[in-house]
């Protein structure tokens, strides 16, 4: 997986980052004064972009958190395969399969979407 690293007390909401080896966009992060002792500290409260999972990650602001490299597309359903869905990127005219999402309904053959992509995980972010 490709990655970068930026500064912890630098990340903001709708930005990416690795929590536990996860993908996850940040929700919110909140940065604690520094103390008699100690450096300031970073909480980060991330959503998992492929799970829907709610993760937390603590640590000092100045230090570097992973960021993965996510790839936004345009792509064209192609087939409705019952549990999955079938999609052409309109760009490279690669083909994916993978679960149809929750939150999105009424996807049919034809249907523009836009997806996100990180490694070989795939997600339909919304439709066109």
């Known amino acids: 997986m490709e990655r970068k690293f930026v500064r912890a007390g630098g990340l903001k909401p709708g930005s990416y980052v690795l929590i536990d080896d996860f993908v996850c966009q940040v929700k919110d992060v909140e940065l604690s004064k520094p103390g008699k002792h100690g450096a300031s500290k970073a909480r980060i ?27 936004r597309g345009t792509a064209q359903v192609v087939a409705d395969l019952g549990a999955s869905l079938q999609i052409m990127d309109t760009a490279t005219y690669q083909t994916f399969d993978l679960p149809k999402p929750k939150d999105i309904a009424g996807l049919k053959s034809g249907d523009e979407v836009e997806y996100i992509k990180c490694d070989e995980k795939i997600r339909i972010v919304r439709k066109k």
Not at 47 to 68: C, E, H, Y
Request: cysteine-free.
């Open 45 to 71: 409260i991330g959503v998992g972009v492929f799970d829907d999972s709610k993760r937390n990650l603590l640590m000092p602001a100045t230090d570097d958190a992973q960021v993965p490299m996510v790839e």
